[in-house]
T-cell receptor, first 113, second 112 residues
Framework: DAGVTQSPTHLIKTRGQQVTLRCSPK?????VSWYQQALGQGPQFIFQ???????QRGNFPDRFSGHQFPNYSSELNVNALLLGDSALYLC????????????FGPGTRLTVT | GQNIDQPTEMTATEGAIVQINCTYQ??????LFWYQQHAGEAPTFLSY????GLEEKGRFSSFLSRSKGYSYLLLKELQMKDSASYLC?????????????FGTGTRLKVLA
């Protein structure tokens, strides 16, 4: 039973560039949530996707956008990168209606220089 | 607004018992979760409370009081491998959609 997978593992970008992070949910899950975790902080909710639509959004600017595909996988896009965007980006999947069973992927470590 | 508070750091001795407290404020409370996160790794699910009371799971127990906006995670028979951050998270249900709000985490150091 495949768990949540994310790619890439690490990424280094320059200020102003754009980045795309990818997530494949756990088998049988249809809902994907994205979180940003700065060093020493708890994860901050970015947004959640279900049925290929953004259903909920946290306090993140429009530079952060996403997409969910028919196979439930998801992408997180960040435009015009800032130094402050350096963080661990976590993807979590769940099955709608059983949201308490949320499983996290290993994360993508993004460094903006 | 939405807010979660938990201590930043705690230290305990191997074999001892430690209690990590969490207080929260949210308008659409729909459950409280505890996650363990080792340095450089993803959070892993420990416990879930939606009703008042104590949930026990091996060496870990979690308590919830919805009227007080309060929860604690109790770790018994501490082991060195329990050294990690413990994240308290509240699930908020608004407009039919779940959203998780995490605290900053409590870094637990277990000493020999």
């Amino acid at each position: 039973d495949a768990g949540v997978t994310q790619s890439p593992t690490h990424l280094i970008k320059t200020r102003g560039q754009q980045v795309t992070l990818r997530c494949s949910p756990k088998s049988g899950h249809d809902t994907v949530s994205w979180y940003q975790q700065a060093l020493g902080q708890g994860p901050q909710f970015i947004f959640q996707y279900y049925e290929e639509e953004e259903r909920q959004r946290g306090n993140f600017p429009d530079r952060f956008s996403g997409h969910q595909f028919p196979n439930y996988s998801s992408e997180l896009n960040v435009n015009a990168l800032l130094l402050g965007d350096s963080a661990l980006y976590l993807c979590a999947s769940s099955l709608r209606g059983r949201g308490y069973e949320q499983y996290f992927g290993p994360g993508t470590r993004l460094t903006v220089t | 607004g939405q807010n979660i508070d938990q201590p930043t750091e705690m230290t305990a001795t191997e074999g001892a018992i430690v209690q990590i407290n969490c207080t929260y404020q949210t308008s659409g409370f729909n459950g409280l979760f505890w996650y363990q996160q080792h340095a450089g790794e993803a959070p892993t699910f420990l416990s879930y409370n939606v009703l008042d009371g104590l949930e026990e799971k091996g060496r870990f127990s979690s308590f919830l009081s919805r009227s007080k906006g309060y929860s604690y995670l109790l770790l018994k028979e501490l082991q060195m491998k329990d050294s990690a951050s413990y994240l308290c998270a509240v699930r908020d249900l608004t407009s039919g959609t779940y959203k998780y709000i995490f605290g900053t985490g409590t870094r637990l150091k277990v000493l020999a």
